[in-house]
């Protein structure tokens, strides 16, 4: 295994990153770092952003300062805690390829900044470490919300949780296969079965909440044959998943959530950070990272067509 310090140099664009605090929540990202870059046979690199959400850094030290930070001790400590993390990958895999970061900044921005760069960002969630900096807590919602490649926040699940494999939600648009892509490729991946899942609003799913279609109900062939479109072409890239489509009637982000615990991993999309379809589906990607209980990953979809 080969584990260095970036020094300030870019982080490879073939990287996944994950980013620590020294939490517990923390070392569950690390952990789920760890096991997709093996799996991908990508490196991995550990970054630890020190800082005050929503505080640039020349106010943390100095004359005049807010707040009596010492950058260096922090940098010094920051290293600390990254040391730990690529011991903890190293344990699981050796032969990984581990570079560490530590990163003065407001820790949203940084990652937000690094997602423009680099393959995948893993985070953990309700974090709390040394520098209070929230960095696995809110700002696992905000760097969902606005990162440039697909973001994995690892929730906790709870012990008695089942292993039922990988949902998907489909809306049906072209926009929506990369979501559906990156979905398969996990199950591929990870060796597991995939769902993909409709969400249908009537006055039913108003008044019963989130509830499973069955495949004898008539009068939706129409979300049928949406469903199977979702899948068309990428199914067959992936051919060892297997695959279950399944209409719900409800939210979508309640059939993302109702059962979520039940699931290793659940993939939702979200349109790009500059699109009006974001205010939709940024809402939808937040609620489920929220309310899950299990790791979630948000997926950029891809720009809508533009209006002649």
């Known amino acids: 295994m080969t584990t260095t310090d970036t020094g300030g140099h870019p982080v490879a664009a073939t990287s996944i990153v994950v980013a620590t605090d020294g939490s517990d ?22 970054v630890t952003a020190i800082g005050i959400p929503g505080v640039p850094a020349v106010a943390w030290s100095g004359v005049g300062a807010a707040y009596a930070y010492d950058p260096e001790q922090l940098q010094e400590s920051g290293r600390a805690i990254t040391s730990a993390a690529v011991e903890l990958a190293r ?13 003065l900044g407001d820790p949203r921005h940084v990652l937000v900044e690094l997602s423009r760069e680099v393959y995948l960002i893993v985070v953990g969630s309700r974090g709390r470490g040394v520098f209070r900096s929230k960095l696995l807590g809110s ?9 440039g490649c697909p973001v994995v926040v690892c929730r906790p699940r709870p012990e ?22 990156f979905a398969f490729r996990q199950a591929a991946l990870m060796d597991l079965p995939l769902t993909v899942v409709h969400a249908v609003w ?12 069955s495949p004898r ?9 949406l469903l199977g479109e979702s899948v068309a072409g990428i199914s067959s890239k992936f051919s060892e998943v297997r695959v279950e489509l399944q209409l719900a009637r409800g939210m979508a982000e ?10 290793d ?44």
């Open 25 to 46: 929540d923390a070392d569950r990202a690390v952990r789920w770092a760890a096991e997709q870059a093996f799996l991908e046979r990508r490196p991995l690199t550990v």
């Open 91 to 103: 344990q699981l895999h050796p032969d990984l390829e581990v570079t560490s970061a530590v990163l």
């Open 139 to 147: 700002v696992s919602a905000a760097v969902s919300r606005d990162a």
């Open 160 to 181: 008695e949780s089942t292993d039922a494999g990988i949902l998907v939600g489909a809306d049906g648009t072209p926009e929506s296969l990369p979501v559906i892509e």
């Open 202 to 213: 009537d006055e039913v799913g108003a008044v019963h909440g989130p509830t499973p279609v």
């Open 217 to 225: 109900e008539a009068g939706l062939d129409e979300y049928r044959v």
């Open 254 to 263: 309640d059939c993302l959530t109702d059962t979520s615990a039940t699931w």
């Open 265 to 308: 991993l659940i993939v939702v999309g979200r349109h790009p950070v500059d699109s009006l379809l974001r205010l939709v589906t940024g809402a939808v990607a937040t609620s489920v990272v929220e309310r899950s209980r299990t790791t979630v990953a948000v997926v950029p979809q891809a720009d809508p067509p533009a209006e002649i």
